[in-house]
């Protein structure tokens, strides 16, 4: 059996606009459950906030979030202090291009998606929802 890492991202109530938005973006299939799906103990204005959600996508990876940190308020905490990576050959890098233009709509801090030192195509940004994401394809 295979041991696999996912980014598992935590939203303050935006997890269900947030993955339909990865959804456009990378494609596969969503799946959502919300707190009141599970029967969680909850105050009823946060029943309806999702508690588990994952896309799988055709390529390979998955994402997961939860409304989790709406639950036990923080201030301006979208999730950890940590990027995403996405890392592929150069036979991916006009996927990674698409799925850069994408996410760069409502993105701050944005490094374009451009040839870097060491031979890849090397980009990062923040996307709307507050999640690092970082682009190495080829070289």
């Known amino acids: 059996m295979a041991i696999h890492y996912n980014p598992y991202f935590t939203f303050a109530g935006q997890t269900r606009e947030a993955m339909d938005f990865y959804a456009q973006v990378f494609g596969g299939q969503l799946q959502l459950a919300t707190f009141k799906d599970f029967q969680a103990p909850v105050e009823p204005d946060q029943e309806d906030l999702v508690m588990h959600a994952e896309l799988v996508t ?3 990876f998955n994402l997961r979030a939860s409304d989790g940190a709406a639950l036990y308020p923080s201030e301006g905490q979208a999730t950890t202090n940590m990027e995403a990576a996405l890392i592929g050959g150069p036979e991916d890098l006009e996927t990674a291009r698409t799925w ?3 996410l ?3 993105a701050t801090k944005v ?10 195509s090397f980009g990062s940004l923040t996307d709307k929802f ?9 070289g």
């Open 104 to 106: 760069s709509e409502g």
């Open 58 to 60: 055709e390529h390979g």
């Open 111 to 120: 490094q374009p998606l451009v040839q870097a030192p060491w031979g890849a």
């Open 100 to 102: 850069f233009e994408k």
């Open 130 to 138: 507050g999640i690092a994401w970082m682009f190495n394809f080829g």
